[in-house]
């Protein structure tokens, strides 16, 4: 068995092997995975979006491959799957982003015991003066990328709203889940999507066990 190759699709064939190790869990997770991935209020077709984007977001080859061919199978264009992907891409970084007002209160000895204040957020203009082009070009990307196009604003901000919950970052989640209602998504659908982040995030440590597995009989 190959120690040089970390990744290969072939591997995935491994997760069926927990089933033996873990059985129970094993059942319970899989049933998870299909609930949340199911038709509901949101459609199986933005579902296979929002996995695909979050897929991106925790860096899981396994969870792409697989979701990327899942929403092909519901008609997924190429353009949908590229814009969920600049959606997640846009998350990912203004998630870092965000984080600057931690760093700039961290800075300056401010903000006291409390990490997290929706006033903090405030703070994120300082940027524009402190690296004005590069804070202007990302918020120019970040425009671009949440506007309406082939997809709407409705299914960006739940695939945002999604992103934001595997990022885990506050501001980014009040931001979006606000931008989300704004829109009209409904808070079923808004749970739909979250859930559909939790079934990737788990997922994507799940589909990483043939790594392990590959690891240890190596």
Request: with cysteine; charged share 25%.
């Given at each position: 068995m190959s120690t040089e190759e970390l990744y290969k699709k072939s591997y995935f064939n491994r997760v069926g092997e927990l089933s033996d190790?873990?059985?129970?869990?094993?059942?319970a997770f899989m049933q998870f995975d299909k609930q949340a991935l199911a038709e509901g209020k949101v459609s199986k077709k933005l579902k296979e979006l929002i996995a695909m984007a979050v897929a991106h977001t925790t860096g899981c080859p396994?969870?792409?491959?697989?979701?990327v061919k899942?929403?092909?199978s519901q008609d997924v264009s190429k353009e949908e799957?590229?814009?969920?992907?600049?959606?997640?891409?846009?998350l990912k970084a203004g998630s870092a982003f965000a984080h600057g007002v931690n760093a700039l209160n961290a800075y300056d000895q401010e903000g006291g015991e409390s990490f997290y204040k929706a006033s903090y957020f405030k703070r994120?203009?300082?940027?524009?003066?402190?690296?004005?082009?590069?804070?202007q070009a990302f918020i120019d990307f970040d425009k671009?990328?949440?506007k309406e196009s082939i997809l709407s604003v409705k299914e960006k901000e739940l695939i945002a709203v999604a992103v934001a919950h595997t990022t885990g970052?506050?501001?980014c989640i009040d931001i979006h889940t606000k931008g989300a209602k704004k829109a009209g998504v409904t808070?079923?659908?808004?749970a739909e999507s979250i859930m559909v982040a939790t079934a990737l995030k788990a997922g994507s440590a799940f589909a990483h066990s043939v790594n392990a597995l590959h690891a240890f009989d190596s």
């Open positions: 190790l873990v059985p129970d869990t094993f059942k396994y969870c792409i491959d697989l979701h899942q929403g092909k799957m590229s814009e969920a992907i600049m959606v997640a891409t846009a994120l203009k300082e940027f524009s003066e402190l690296n004005g082009d590069v804070f671009r990328a949440m970052c506050a501001y808070k079923e659908e808004l």
